[in-house]
């Protein structure tokens, strides 16, 4: 949980900035938008919050932020700056005014918390119009290229983790297989992690192509050893029927098979002490690397330390996640 963090040397001076979260919230962001503030104001920068995400820059919702602003958000899920989905910023039109009003106002540069579609946002406006820009990675999913890790992971597993242990205490009361559906979209880094960590039978990533019948074999194997209660960790993909039509087939099998989708409980409560030192770090990382004359990057980590990417990189490439991690529990479950 210690990142070694560059020693960068100012070349750009900056008087006014402004920070804003995007997409879906994630535990963490709100220790990273502290860490922006905080660092900016220790460098002599204002800092302006932006309500909505992107919308609020649309909109114009700037607020000027201080240091009692964070105060007490350290712990807090969720993010103080709210967040948003907008559509209406695609446009080009829109993006270029929005960097008028950000310069009209005197603000030189924006911080944007966020995944891939976030910083697909950031990358255009920056490309477009030259205002600068900087990505701080923050999404339960862990899904953005170019770092190891994102805000918010490390605690959406622990609390999967936590609803997963007592879901096998029902489990194995019962003797029964429960499939337990966890966020992640087309990613499948959560459901890994869980799968391994709750030690389930069977993880299934949203491309997954393991049969029915194979599933079923895996099932029988482990009622064959002793063992009548399997927990099969399910990531959910794009087709919400998945789980609960899988489920109906093994109940059709013979199997005494429940569904427990997890949804967004996932999203919310206090980030673990991992995020929040993670965020913190990011947060301070942005702000340097802009007064160091980088922008159109995200910061992130890679083999132990901060290293920036270019957004261009960052939203045209897919994380790829090694399939050792899904074999590894198999072999850890049988």
Not at 104 to 124: K, N, P, Q
Not at 212 to 231: N, V, Y
Not at 288 to 298: E, I, P
């Amino acid at each position: 949980m210690m990142w070694s963090i560059p020693k960068l040397q100012p070349t750009r001076a900056l008087k006014r900035i402004a920070v804003l979260t995007s997409g879906g919230d994630a535990p963490g962001m709100n220790a990273a938008v502290r860490a922006v503030v905080r660092t900016a104001l220790e460098r002599g920068i204002e800092v302006f919050g932006v309500q909505k995400g992107f919308s609020g820059l649309v909109q114009g919702k700037l607020e000027p932020m201080d240091r009692s602003s964070v105060a007490n958000i350290l712990h807090r899920g969720g993010t103080i700056l709210k967040t948003d989905r907008c559509d209406e910023f695609r446009q080009p039109s829109v993006r270029r005014k929005v960097a008028e009003d950000l310069r009209a106002r005197g603000i030189e540069a924006l911080v944007v918390i966020g995944g891939d579609g976030s910083f697909t946002g950031a990358h255009l406006l920056e490309q477009e119009t030259g205002l600068p820009v900087i990505g701080i990675p923050g999404t339960i999913d862990n899904d953005v290229y170019g770092t190891d890790e994102t805000i918010g992971f490390d605690t959406a597993v622990n609390t999967a983790l936590e609803a997963i242990d007592r879901i096998r205490d029902t489990a194995t009361s019962h003797e029964r297989t429960f499939l337990i559906e966890v966020m992640g979209r087309s990613a499948g880094f959560i459901a890994a992690a869980v799968g391994i960590a709750g030690g389930a039978e069977i993880v299934l990533l949203a491309d997954s192509t393991m049969p029915l019948d194979a599933i079923c074999a895996t099932l029988k194997s482990s009622e064959e050893r002793g063992k009548f209660s399997s927990l099969i960790v399910v990531a959910e993909g794009d087709d919400p029927n998945r789980t609960p039509n899988l489920t109906k087939a093994l109940n059709e099998r013979g199997f005494q098979a429940r569904a427990a989708i997890l949804g967004h409980i996932q999203r919310g409560g206090s980030p673990s002490g991992h995020d929040r030192v993670l965020a913190s770090v990011l947060g301070a990382s942005a702000v340097d690397h802009l007064l160091a004359g980088q922008s159109n990057v995200m910061v992130g980590i890679s083999a132990g330390a901060i290293v920036s990417v270019p957004l261009a990189k960052v939203v045209g490439t897919k994380k790829p996640m090694s399939n050792d991690y899904i074999e590894l529990a198999t072999v850890l479950a049988t």
